[in-house]
């Protein structure tokens, strides 16, 4: 599995959360079915807004990456979401990223503006496979997501950067087509190649990265292969938004895991998300954190009781819900119906605080 990671230049919000435990629960699905895991996330610690934000602040910008990587990992550790078997930042696999720009030449894909190399959409036969979206939507959507569909000397809006030559006063690395630094797609298709092959399982983040993330990403890794699909699925979460807008760094409009973690125990936090299915858009409420805090309760005091009714039960309906696309929400009423049940079962509230601690992360 490759999850997309987050781009390090501010603290991990709600969102950010709500999508990497959509992938916690596939990762303990699949742990509790006997599989072997292999997780693969990256870290996109060089970027336009990493570059934008060090810039505005006066730091550097391989500091503030680290400094945000690190609160991001003890946020994922306080949610206890298990850590991918690899984190890998682009700036890691710089090699990596050029031979496969270095592959799509090759094959004829690439073409140059002023040391600039684009991929050609036109090389690309599976192009709209991931997303099924139609071009005017791939357009409005590649312009709003850090595409240049209006860039003079494309030769079509679609196609999208490998490699940006280097500007005065940014990083960059040496490669075969000159001093500069990685496109966006590329680095997932780098990393995700380097370190799962092709044709791996599951291709994962939010919703916005339907396109054009992951759709170039996926052709990127068929022209450079020559082989389909690059994923076996493409699985995203909803978006999680404050006050009618979806939460993102660029708006502003955040609530960041680390700013809850002192003043709520983040178990709470957890069933708070996972009171939503991941594929739902949803809005953050304060009111939320209450309901999930005395869901918290109400179980704490039910693990706790001498006995209660069968846990066998339990166990089958968390595994039967999660196994139906993750239906969080339908695992966790299976807890509540056993928390407000009554019976003479000595080994279920055992069972069931594993039940709640290894399919749905809650330590009770
Ligand atoms: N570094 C790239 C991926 S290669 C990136 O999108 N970084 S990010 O920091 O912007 O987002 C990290 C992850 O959180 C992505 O999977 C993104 O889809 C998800 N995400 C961002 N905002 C939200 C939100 N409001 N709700 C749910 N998920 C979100
Ligand atoms: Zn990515």
Same mark, same amino acid.
């Given at each position: 599995?490759?999850?997309?990671? !987050?781009?390090?230049?501010?603290?991990?919000?709600?969102?950010?959360?709500?999508?990497?435990?959509?992938?916690?629960?596939?990762?303990?699905?699949?742990?509790?079915?006997?599989?072997?895991?292999? $997780?693969?996330?990256? +870290?996109?610690?060089?970027?336009?807004?990493?570059?934008?934000?060090?810039?505005?602040?006066?730091?550097?910008?391989?500091?503030?990456?680290?400094?945000?990587?690190?609160?991001?990992?003890? =946020?994922?550790?306080?949610?206890? !979401?298990?850590?991918?078997?690899?984190?890998?930042?682009?700036?890691?696999?710089?090699?990596?990223?050029?031979?496969?720009?270095?592959?799509?030449?090759?094959?004829?894909?690439?073409?140059? !503006?002023?040391?600039?190399?684009?991929?050609?959409?036109?090389? +690309?036969?599976?192009?709209?496979?991931?997303?099924?979206?139609?071009?005017?939507?791939?357009?409005?959507?590649?312009?709003?997501?850090? /595409? =240049?569909?209006?860039?003079?000397?494309?030769?079509?809006?679609?196609?999208?950067?490998?490699?940006?030559?280097?500007?005065?006063?940014?990083?960059?690395?040496?490669?075969?087509? /000159?001093?500069?630094?990685?496109?966006?797609?590329?680095?997932?298709?780098?990393?995700?190649?380097?370190?799962?092959?092709?044709?791996?399982?599951?291709?994962?983040?939010?919703?916005?990265?339907?396109?054009?993330?992951?759709?170039?990403?996926?052709?990127?890794?068929?022209?450079?292969?020559?082989?389909?699909?690059?994923?076996?699925? $493409?699985?995203?979460? /909803?978006?999680?938004?404050?006050?009618?807008?979806?939460?993102?760094?660029?708006?502003?409009?955040?609530?960041?895991?680390?700013?809850?973690?002192?003043?709520?125990?983040?178990?709470?936090?957890?069933?708070?998300?996972?009171?939503?299915?991941?594929?739902?858009?949803?809005?953050?409420?304060?009111?939320?954190?209450?309901?999930?805090?005395?869901?918290?309760?109400?179980?704490?005091?039910?693990?706790?009781?001498?006995?209660?009714?069968? /846990?066998?039960?339990?166990?089958?309906?968390?595994?039967?819900?999660?196994?139906?696309?993750? =239906?969080?929400?339908?695992?966790?009423?299976?807890?509540?119906?056993?928390?407000?049940?009554?019976?003479?079962?000595?080994?279920?509230?055992?069972?069931?605080?594993?039940?709640?601690?290894?399919?749905?992360?809650?330590?009770?």
């Amino acid at each position: 599995m490759y999850v997309c990671g !987050i781009t390090p230049y501010d603290a991990t919000h709600l969102g950010h959360a709500n999508t990497y435990l959509a992938f916690d629960l596939v990762n303990r699905a699949w742990r509790d079915a006997g599989h072997d895991v292999h $997780y693969t996330q990256n +870290a996109t610690d060089v970027d336009d807004p990493l570059l934008e934000r060090a810039a505005a602040t006066g730091t550097d910008w391989r500091s503030l990456g680290e400094r945000e990587i690190e609160l991001f990992r003890s =946020d994922m550790e306080a949610l206890r !979401i298990l850590p991918p078997r690899e984190y890998v930042g682009v700036t890691e696999t710089i090699d990596e990223i050029t031979a496969v720009i270095g592959r799509l030449t090759e094959r004829g894909a690439t073409y140059d !503006i002023d040391g600039d190399v684009y991929f050609s959409v036109t090389a +690309a036969p599976k192009f709209g496979a991931v997303s099924g979206y139609s071009e005017e939507t791939m357009l409005a959507l590649f312009a709003e997501r850090g /595409g =240049d569909p209006g860039r003079e000397g494309k030769r079509h809006p679609l196609d999208w950067l490998l490699w940006r030559a280097e500007r005065p006063g940014e990083p960059s690395w040496d490669s075969p087509f /000159g001093r500069g630094r990685p496109g966006w797609h590329v680095e997932c298709t780098a990393i995700a190649l380097r370190n799962l092959g092709t044709g791996f399982d599951v291709a994962g983040g939010g919703s916005d990265l339907i396109f054009p993330h992951h759709e170039m990403g996926a052709c990127e890794g068929h022209v450079a292969t020559g082989e389909w699909p690059f994923a076996r699925a $493409y699985v995203h979460a /909803g978006m999680v938004g404050l006050d009618g807008e979806k939460m993102s760094k660029s708006k502003g409009n955040l609530v960041f895991v680390s700013r809850l973690r002192p003043v709520t125990d983040p178990m709470a936090v957890r069933l708070a998300l996972l009171a939503h299915h991941y594929r739902t858009d949803w809005e953050w409420t304060a009111d939320q954190l209450t309901e999930a805090e005395a869901r918290l309760a109400r179980w704490r005091a039910a693990v706790a009781r001498p006995a209660g009714p069968a /846990g066998d039960a339990v166990l089958a309906a968390v595994r039967e819900r999660v196994a139906d696309d993750l =239906d969080a929400p339908g695992a966790l009423a299976a807890i509540d119906a056993w928390a407000a049940g009554e019976g003479d079962d000595a080994s279920s509230p055992a069972l069931v605080r594993d039940v709640a601690d290894a399919l749905l992360g809650i330590a009770l």
